[in-house]
């Protein structure tokens, strides 16, 4: 068992590292009202988890990335009956004002992605070497290349007029 002084600087460490993430992951997987609920029990899935975690067999954002995976799927099963987000009228991203933040606007891009897309395209934002996002999605190294370029090209035709 970890040390409860550690078990909570990890997950301040963690937590802070993976803010802006976390709260776009949550923003696409839950209903508008229902986003910080999933927020809230992805912390406490995490916090829980620091029990088990021992580092020898991943780092500790693989641990998060994992540990986050299942609660939002789990979370989804859960809540099947909840209004979808993708199902919300959204805004013309050709319309998005110059003074909207970059949360903004990543989550306006994100929502639109399918969840491979969406996960991948999360991690790259987190600045993840393709190894640490093959880990934690399963993909070759050469197809998330293939599909962050892909991805990357997508966001700049929409987001710079290209």
């Known amino acids: 068992m970890i040390d409860p002084r550690e078990k909570e600087r990890l997950l301040e460490e963690t937590l802070s590292q993976y803010k802006v993430w976390l709260g776009v992951l949550a923003r696409n997987n839950a209903s508008e009202d229902s986003w910080q609920d999933l927020e809230q029990e992805i912390r406490i899935a995490f916090w829980k988890s ?30 099947r009956n909840s209004k979808k987000r993708d199902a919300r009228v959204r805004p013309n991203p050709a319309f998005v004002e110059q003074d909207r933040d970059e949360l903004r606007i990543v989550e306006d891009f994100t929502c639109r992605l399918n969840e491979p897309d969406r996960q991948v395209f999360t991690m790259y934002l987190d600045d993840r070497s393709y190894s640490e996002m093959a880990a934690s999605t ?11 370029s892909r991805i990357k090209v997508q966001f700049k035709a929409e987001y710079n007029g290209i």
């Open 138 to 148: 399963g993909m070759d190294e050469a197809a998330l290349r293939k599909r962050v």
């Open 50 to 79: 620091l029990d088990r975690y021992d580092g020898a067999t991943s780092g500790l954002g693989t641990w998060f990335r994992a540990v986050v995976s299942n609660t939002v799927q789990d979370f989804k099963r859960k809540n």
